[in-house]
């Protein structure tokens, strides 16, 4: 359900943005004209926005791929990170978008081309070392394919690029655009999972765990990379318990042979994000539980967070091949 | 707290006869009319008359939790029927060319359109916009005080290019008045979202209740804040709560002490409500 779209003046004829638009043929169409302007204003609730958001349809002029944070990535020399969207289709508590923008409506840049031509220059400049590039930063790569078709659209593109590796993340189950492209070994869809309790309590809207396995499934089977993303584990008297499940429930269907990478992490939220997302949602247990700054960022005690991804780690290692665990590593 | 800002009398009388609103005696810058939970502001005509009257509105209302605002009125169109009603998607002032966009978080039966806010009454009419002479102001203040989604315009059409302008009061009111029920609707979803916001903040008497306790650093305020937003919204009563810092308060000294031994306590309570999410 979407609210609204709001549509950049430039954009508004481009061939993208009417394939849109015809979806939502009953929703309010506002002409607007740089996203900004309804996106950035400060006196905006994110919390209520998120409950009946609006879709923004934007043209991004520069920057297109960025350079990852540092510690971001999968054992690569080379990491970039692209948007074609801002924020995510679910609501899941610990996410850091929560407190990364004013607004809960989401953004989608129209202009794929132009992040295509940006990404054939990168790899230009890295001669024929392998390039990342993580599409999953700043939304859930594949959650809104029927609407943005970013998979349709990237996939030959990154096909036709040697050196060019690309990381799909999501918690959906949208892999329909992808099964109709041939697989490319350098098209790795990383699905994230939390264990069923931290699922319940705060991945709204997200699809259930069996069924994200299903979609993994069907990847594997026709050929596909995939990558799996424990990350945020999360604290509470059953994680333990619980965590093994998930993966005994995983991998009594995926074999892990045919994984990708796999990676794993503690929950954490950079201080700034915190403030803002405790703010917001001041009745979520998750931000009430026993949590501590350290190198400015929040998380659990560095006592209780090691010893919670020792645990998970060795359960981890039980059922894969150590040269596909790439821990998320953020201490110094 | 939902507010009601009108520019002219004839404008909010039926918002003012629906809610059953009475006329304040207290107060002599706007005419205002007041129940428990509403209340409705005549601001005059113009962008500085309903600037003033939102911030004063606003003003008077600083204590409440949460606030929603409408601004009803009456407005100029080329195409729509008169007596149409519509919510606003967005606000241009003609003026400043600064545009402004309501958040249409509401489902509601009243369609949406776009507003031109004017400093003078606008004859020529824009092909797919309303005119008035408020709603930038409105907003603009508005947001000051409130978040944009508890922020919103319903304007009704009373004239267009074949229809002119009525001075008839009567019939200004007529024409909101026969788009009351969805109206109502409107705000009846806007109270609901408003409570939602307010729900999540802590009644100022009961605010003032724990700061007097002991003395807190600003640090402090934010952390016992954050304690007590979460152990109210999982079922802890201020009197409750009240009764811990109380019975902590007593066995120490120093009201430096006192701070902390108040936020260990009321945090430790935190801990053990959210270890299992």
């Given amino acids: 359900m979407v609210s609204c779209v709001y549509v950049e003046s430039s954009i508004k004829d481009h061939e993208r943005t009417l394939r849109i638009l015809a979806r939502f043929k009953t929703t309010p169409v506002v002409e607007i004209e740089h996203h900004g302007e309804v996106f950035n204003p400060s006196a905006q609730n994110f919390r209520l926005q998120k409950s ?23 054992g690569g020399k080379h990491n970039y990170y692209f ?34 031509e940006d990404i054939t220059q990168i790899c ?21 394919e029927p609407v943005t078709q970013f998979a349709n659209f990237f996939v030959p593109s990154f096909n036709k690029i040697d050196n060019a590796w690309l990381e799909l993340r999501t918690k959906s189950t949208q892999v329909r655009q992808l099964l109709k492209h041939q697989p490319c070994d350098r098209i790795v869809t990383a699905f994230s999972f939390t264990e069923q309790h931290s699922h319940d309590k705060l991945e709204h809207g997200v699809p ?3 069924k994200r396995i299903d979609a993994m499934r069907l990847l594997v089977d026709a ?31 995926i074999d892990p042979n045919q994984l990708h990478s796999v990676s794993l992490g503690a929950f954490r939220l950079p201080k700034n994000n915190f403030k803002q997302v405790n703010k917001l949602y001041p009745d979520e247990p998750l931000f009430a539980q026993n949590l501590a700054l350290n190198s400015g960022i929040i998380g659990y005690p560095l006592e209780q967070e090691q010893e919670m991804m020792r645990y998970c780690e060795q359960q981890l290692l039980q059922h894969i091949p150590a040269h596909c665990y790439h821990p998320c590593e953020w201490h110094e | ?8 009398h004839c404008e909010a009388k039926p918002v003012i006869d629906f809610l059953r609103l009475k006329k304040s005696h207290d107060h002599h810058a706007f005419d205002l009319y007041q129940a428990d939970n509403a209340c409705c502001i005549v601001s005059g005509i113009g962008k500085l008359n309903v600037a003033a009257a939102t911030a004063w509105i606003a003003a008077l209302h600083q204590q409440s939790r949460s606030i929603g605002w409408i601004n009803i009125g009456t407005a100029g169109s080329r195409s729509y029927a008169i007596g149409s009603a519509w919510t606003i998607n967005k606000i241009t002032d003609i003026e400043s060319g600064h545009s402004y966009y309501p958040v249409p978080l509401i489902n509601s039966r009243l369609p949406s359109e776009q507003c031109q806010t004017h400093n003078k009454p606008d004859s020529e009419y824009h092909l797919q916009s309303l005119s008035d002479m408020e709603a930038s102001a409105f907003f603009a203040t508005a947001t000051r005080f409130s978040s944009a989604e508890l922020i919103h315009c319903i304007k009704v059409v009373s ?19 026969q788009n009351m029920q969805p109206i109502a609707e409107f705000s009846q979803t806007l109270t609901a979202l408003n409570q939602q916001i307010a729900q999540m903040a802590l009644a100022e008497p009961d605010w003032q209740r724990f700061l007097a306790t002991a003395h807190f650093s600003q640090t402090q305020k934010t952390q016992l804040k954050n304690c007590l937003r979460f152990l109210c919204s999982q079922g802890d009563s201020i009197d409750t709560l009240m009764a811990m810092v109380s019975a902590t308060v007593g066995t120490n000294a120093s009201s430096n002490c006192n701070s902390q031994s108040i936020l260990s306590c009321l945090a430790q309570r935190r801990i053990d409500l959210s270890r299992n999410l």
């Fill in chain 1, 124 to 144: 230009a400049q890295h001669n024929s070392e392998p390039v990342w590039f993580f599409s999953g930063y700043d939304c859930d790569s594949l959650a809104y």
């Fill in chain 1, 208 to 210: 259930s765990i069996e």
């Fill in chain 1, 223 to 253: 050929g596909w990379p995939i990558g799996l993303r424990f990350d945020p584990i999360i604290y509470h008297d059953n994680y333990r318990a619980s965590f093994s499940h998930l993966l005994d429930t995983i991998f009594s269907t």
């Fill in chain 2, 159 to 177: 004239d267009n290019s074949v229809t002119p302008c009525s001075r008839n009061k009567n019939e200004v009111s007529q024409l909101i008045q």
């Fill in chain 1, 52 to 74: 009946n958001p609006a879709l923004i349809l934007a043209h991004k002029n520069n920057r297109h791929a960025l350079p990852t944070p540092e510690g971001y990535g999968l």
């Fill in chain 1, 83 to 116: 948007s074609h969207m801002l924020n995510c289709l679910y609501d899941c508590r610990y996410c850091f978008l929560q407190g990364m923008y004013n607004s809960a409506h989401q953004v989608i840049f129209v202009n794929y081309e132009d992040f295509d």
């Fill in chain 2, 1 to 8: 707290m939902l507010i009601w800002v009108a520019a002219l």
